[in-house]
């Protein structure tokens, strides 16, 4: 099971920091990804990092502005997003991945966390 949260009003040009932890004691094992989702609009990548957390990978859109990173020991995934744009608003996703090679498609994620809003007035 996951929970993210963190979420909240910012203003452009500011910062948040979502967390989304993790129940399960095999977090570990799992390639963890952020997705967000704006209205109207499909759900998009935004960063994973694997389950070592040797490897990250961002969407083009958020490189640069948002750092993904966890914490093993806390069962934890975090996105760090500074520089915050009004088309940053949107449901943000945590999910966790059993694949060998982390992945940025939705399908491959077999746990979802609930989603936390994150809204950046234009």
């Known amino acids: 099971q996951l929970q993210a949260c963190g979420g909240g009003l910012v203003q452009a040009g500011g910062s948040l920091r979502l967390s989304c932890a993790a129940s399960e004691r095999t977090f570990s094992s799992y390639n963890m990804g952020w997705f967000r989702q704006a209205p109207g609009k499909e759900r998009e990548f935004v960063a994973l990092?694997?389950?070592?957390?040797?490897?990250?990978v961002y969407a083009e859109s958020v490189k640069g502005r948002f750092t993904i990173s966890r914490d093993n020991a806390k069962n934890t995934v975090y996105l760090q997003m500074n520089s915050l744009r009004p088309e940053d608003t949107a449901v943000y996703y945590c999910a966790a991945d059993l694949s060998i090679v982390a992945t940025k498609k939705a399908t491959a994620y077999d746990y979802w966390g609930q989603g936390t809003q994150v809204t950046v007035p234009a």
């Open positions: 990092i694997s389950w070592s957390a040797t490897s990250t």
